[in-house]
């Protein structure tokens, strides 16, 4: 039954897979341990498992990256060093040169393109502008750009004042040939025997006047003529009642005005003191005989309060009023 079962993973394709690739791997790592470590042995087999094949993959990869990197190190200096003695062996102003053109070369290849970009403009303008390109001034290419700057503004206003005016002057030109379309129009009129008018077509094929625009015109005319013989009547009759009135009235002067004045003004008191006069008989009824009994009760009621205050007063004095035979006696004790 084992063999049975051995045969089956022998002849599995997968697991055949499986064992090559491992077995591959093992080749590899075996080799690099026999270049690495030459005297040694290679793992025993009990340390051949997935596990210790993973890590020692990994290792080995490691170890070939650190050794690639070691190998540019040593390119790199190799080849500096091969560039300083050529350099050496070279007089200073090629050095100078060199290290110029270097220096250059590199910071010209880390440029971004913006970067880029706006060195070959300012490159480009200190071309056109200084005089002596091969040793441009800073402050010369400032100066430069400054007075550009304020030549553009320049420009920009000119050109906004040239569009304004060429709005204003088209506005104009648009203006001056709609009147001079209406200026164009020549009509002419002819009277039928109903006195209508009608009128010619314009020369502007862009006007067409109403067509009920001539009847319009006569009623406007005949109602205007209408209206003005009305206003005269109206007028006329208007200036009539007050020619007549302040003939009426021609009379009357500034010493009767302040005579009926004085009167008026008399017949105002005299009505104040009539007011006057009716308050002290306010309450009292309308009935004649209903006042005289309102009136008489008044009376009886004033009468008795009358006789009440002198009795009261009366009392009084006699109350306060010391007696003759009190005071003798009195007198004679003291005596």
């Not at 005297?39 to 690639?68: G, M, V, W, Y």
């Not at 071309?127 to 400054?146: D, E, I, K």
């Not at 000119?158 to 001079?180: K, V």
């Not at 004095?317 to 003291?334: A, D, L």
């Amino acid at each position: 039954m084992a063999h049975l079962l051995n045969n089956t993973a022998i002849f599995s394709p997968s697991i055949a897979r499986a064992a090559a690739s491992a077995a591959k791997d093992w080749s590899y790592i075996d080799t690099w341990l026999a270049h690495k470590f030459p005297s040694n042995r290679p793992p025993p087999p009990f340390e051949r498992n997935p596990e210790t094949l993973k890590a020692l993959l990994a290792l080995a990869a490691a170890n070939e990256t650190a050794d690639e990197e070691r190998a540019l190190l040593l390119a790199l200096e190799s080849q500096t060093l091969t560039s300083l003695q050529k350099s050496q062996s070279k007089p200073d102003g090629d050095l100078l040169t060199t290290t110029r053109n270097s220096i250059l070369t590199s910071l010209e290849s880390s440029l971004t393109r913006d970067g880029s970009t706006a060195l070959t403009s300012l490159a480009n303008l200190s071309l056109l502008l200084l005089p002596t390109p091969t040793t441009p001034s800073p402050v010369t290419l400032a100066h430069n750009l400054l007075s550009l700057q304020s030549q553009l503004a320049q420009l920009e206003q000119t050109l906004s004042r040239i569009e304004t005016l060429s709005s204003y002057i088209s506005s104009e030109s648009q203006s001056l040939s709609t009147l001079s379309s209406h200026l164009n129009i020549r009509p002419s009129s002819s009277h039928s025997d109903d006195a209508d008018e009608t009128t010619n077509p314009p020369k502007s094929q862009n006007y067409h006047p109403h067509p009920s625009l001539a009847k319009s015109n006569l009623a406007a005319q005949r109602r205007i003529k209408s209206l003005s013989a009305r206003v005269q009547e109206l007028a006329a009759a208007h200036a009539s009642p007050n020619l007549s009135l302040d003939h009426d009235r021609g009379g009357t002067g500034i010493q009767e005005i302040h005579a009926q004045e004085q009167a008026y003004l008399k017949l105002l008191q005299q009505k104040k003191d009539l007011d006057a006069q009716l308050a002290s008989f306010a309450g009292l009824p309308h009935d004649i005989d209903a006042a005289r009994e309102e009136l008489e009760n008044l009376r009886i009621e004033l009468k008795r309060t009358t006789d009440e205050r002198d009795s009261v007063f009366e009392g009084l004095v006699e109350r306060e009023t010391p007696k003759k035979k009190g005071r003798s006696g009195t007198i004679g004790r003291r005596g």
